[in-house]
C-alpha cells in the first residue's frame, strides 16, 4: 500500500514524519499508532535516541505496510516466534564455515543447526525463485 492509497493524492513519501501530534496520532487507526508506539518503544529500550527511535519505528511501519498492508498478516509468539528469530538469525549468520560457532553460541546440536539451515535456505529459495506451478 502506498502512501496515496492511505492517505489520498499527492502525499509525500515522508508524510508520516510529519504526523506528531497527539491530535493528528488520534485520527490514525488505533493499530497503525499502536504499532508505531510498540515499536518505538521497542527502539528506545534497545539504547536509540528518542529521534531515531521515531523516525525508524515510521521508517518500520511503512516497510510492513508495503509488504502486508490490505492484508491481514498473522504474527506468532512466544516461544514459536523467538524459534523463527532464532532460525532466521542462524541462517542470516551462516557462511559455509561456521557450523561449530553456531552450535556453541545457539546451544544447538549439529545436527539441529544443520536442519534448520537446510530448512532456511528452502525458505530462501522459495521467496527469490517461486514455483512455476
Given at each position: 500500500?502506498?502512501?496515496?492509497?492511505?492517505?489520498?493524492?499527492?502525499?509525500?513519501?515522508d508524510?508520516?514524519?510529519?504526523?506528531?501530534?497527539?491530535?493528528?496520532?488520534?485520527?490514525?487507526?488505533?493499530?497503525?499508532?499502536?504499532?508505531?508506539?510498540?515499536?518505538?518503544?521497542?527502539?528506545?529500550?534497545?539504547?536509540?535516541?528518542?529521534?531515531?527511535?521515531?523516525?525508524?519505528?515510521?521508517?518500520?511501519?511503512?516497510?510492513?505496510?508495503?509488504?502486508?498492508?490490505?492484508?491481514?498478516?498473522?504474527?506468532?509468539?512466544?516461544?514459536?516466534?523467538?524459534?523463527?528469530?532464532?532460525?532466521?538469525?542462524?541462517?542470516?549468520?551462516?557462511?559455509?564455515?561456521?557450523?561449530?560457532?553456531?552450535?556453541?553460541?545457539?546451544?544447538?546440536?549439529?545436527v539441529?543447526?544443520?536442519?534448520?539451515?537446510?530448512?532456511?535456505?528452502?525458505?530462501?529459495?522459495?521467496r527469490?525463485?517461486?514455483?512455476?506451478?
Amino acid at each position: 500500500m502506498s502512501n496515496q492509497d492511505l492517505f489520498g493524492d499527492d502525499v509525500p513519501a515522508d508524510a508520516l514524519e510529519h504526523m506528531q501530534s497527539p491530535e493528528i496520532r488520534a485520527k490514525w487507526p488505533k493499530a497503525l499508532a499502536d504499532l508505531v508506539s510498540v515499536i518505538e518503544a521497542a527502539h528506545l529500550r534497545a539504547g536509540d535516541a528518542p529521534e531515531v527511535a521515531q523516525r525508524r519505528a515510521f521508517v518500520t511501519v511503512r516497510a510492513l505496510s508495503n509488504y502486508a498492508g490490505g492484508r491481514q498478516l498473522y504474527m506468532p509468539k512466544g516461544e514459536i516466534l523467538e524459534r523463527a528469530l532464532r532460525d532466521r538469525e542462524i541462517w542470516s549468520r551462516y557462511n559455509g564455515r561456521n557450523i561449530d560457532d553456531l552450535v556453541a553460541e545457539f546451544d544447538l546440536g549439529f545436527v539441529q543447526v544443520y536442519s534448520i539451515i537446510a530448512e532456511q535456505r528452502a525458505l530462501h529459495r522459495q521467496r527469490i525463485q517461486p514455483s512455476l506451478f
